[in-house]
């Protein structure tokens, strides 16, 4: 394994003093990885990202919460967050494939990392994440459960299929940090 007992961090994508911490150049190259890897037809099924300007410009929102993840001084994959309501939202990822093969121990840092963010008052900001997954997503679904999701079942017609052009159904995963 290339990236063993290696510190995995979240790099946070975000604007301080007028000034993004990760340049628009390198943000679409995290696109492009998805395109080199094969997964951009399944990470962004939906079809609200099908290049790398629409993908920046939805990582820029005001309602997203991009991260990229880190092992050492390599990134290996990226995160975000976004349709936040009171202290839950709804959890993305896409691992590149170097990392294939240690995606679930990486999966389990990044959740438990996210889901253990405080505010400055020392309290939680996330109790719950949530997700959908299409149904013919087999491997995504295995992993999420490996990374620690629990399943609260498969919803008919809940997530859209550019490509099919039609609703699919989806299978519902949800992150917690357990007791309080």
Same mark, same amino acid.
């Given at each position: 394994?290339?990236?063993?007992?290696?510190?995995?961090?979240?790099?946070?994508?975000?604007?301080?003093?007028?000034?993004?911490?990760?340049?628009? +150049?390198?943000?679409?190259? /995290?696109?492009?990885?998805?395109?080199?890897? &094969?997964?951009?037809?399944? %990470?962004?099924?939906? !079809? $609200?990202? +099908?290049?790398r300007?629409? /993908?920046?410009?939805?990582?820029?929102?005001? &309602?997203?919460?991009?991260? %990229?993840?880190m092992? !050492? $001084?390599?990134p290996?994959?990226?995160?975000?967050?976004n349709?936040?309501?009171?202290?839950?939202?709804?959890?993305?990822?896409?691992?590149?494939?170097?990392?294939?093969?240690?995606?679930?121990g990486i999966?389990?840092?990044?959740?438990?990392?996210?889901?253990?963010?405080?505010?400055?008052?020392?309290?939680?900001?996330?109790?719950?994440?949530?997700?959908?997954?299409?149904?013919?997503?087999?491997y995504?679904?295995?992993?999420?459960?490996?990374?620690?999701?629990?399943?609260?079942?498969?919803?008919?017609?809940?997530?859209?299929?550019?490509?099919?052009?039609?609703?699919?159904?989806?299978?519902?995963?949800?992150?917690?940090?357990?007791?309080k």
């Open positions: 394994m290339i990236f063993e007992n290696m510190k995995i961090t979240l790099l946070p994508y975000t604007e301080i003093d007028g000034i993004r911490t990760i340049p628009d +150049s390198d943000m679409k190259k /995290f696109y492009d990885r998805t395109v080199k890897d &094969g997964t951009d037809k399944t %990470v962004f099924y939906e !079809g $609200t990202i +099908s290049n300007d629409e /993908f920046l410009s939805v990582m820029k929102s005001p &309602g997203v919460l991009f991260y %990229v993840v092992i !050492g $001084t390599e290996v994959g990226f995160t975000w967050l349709r936040f309501e009171n202290h839950t939202a709804r959890n993305h990822f896409c691992g590149f494939s170097e990392v294939w093969g240690q995606a679930v999966g389990k840092e990044v959740i438990s990392t996210l889901i253990h963010m405080k505010d400055n008052d020392g309290k939680f900001i996330f109790d719950l994440f949530t997700g959908f997954i299409p149904g013919w997503n087999q995504a679904i295995k992993f999420c459960l490996q990374c620690g999701a629990k399943s609260a079942g498969i919803i008919p017609n809940a997530i859209w299929n550019k490509e099919k052009q039609k609703s699919e159904d989806a299978f519902f995963i949800y992150y917690t940090r357990g007791e």
